[in-house]
């Protein structure tokens, strides 16, 4: 498979977890050494791969929620035979996040070493 339809379909995996917060599927997207960060309410906050399954596990999934599946992507690039970086933006519930996506080519599989984010919008209940 090409490295760029590759990466896709590993951001296409990141859209499913984010949307379906199916936690089996969180290995397969996240590696395990992976920190998260960004800065809610005003502070930065940073977390390892198993925080932040443990944030998924504990917040109702957008899909259970039956919220629009709102996500797409905005740019890749393969910035070395097995580094890449895609800017995305990702609906959960009300928040509309733009996240930067680090990923790495490990055993052949293209896998999210680092993720930082940012809020784009909160957007009124009901929407």
């Known amino acids: 498979m090409d490295p760029t339809e590759a990466i896709t379909s590993a951001i296409h995996g990141y ?3 984010m949307y379906g917060a199916d936690d089996t599927a969180f290995p397969a997207v996240f590696h395990d050494a992976c920190v998260i960060h960004g800065v809610r309410n ?3 906050v940073a977390w390892s791969a198993a925080e932040f399954r443990a944030v998924t596990r504990g917040r109702p ?3 259970a929620m039956h919220a629009p599946r709102a996500q797409g992507i905005l740019g890749i690039e393969q910035t070395a035979p097995d580094l890449a970086v895609a800017k995305v933006r990702v609906r959960i519930g009300q928040i509309v996040f733009v996240d930067h ?3 790495h080519c490990v055993d052949g599989r293209w896998i999210v070493t680092s993720k930082a984010f940012h809020i784009e919008q909160v957007l009124p209940a009901g929407s």
Do not use: N, Q, V
């Open 42 to 44: 005003g502070r930065l």
């Open 101 to 103: 996506l680090i990923f």
């Open 61 to 63: 999934s957008p899909a």
């Open 15 to 17: 859209f499913d977890l």
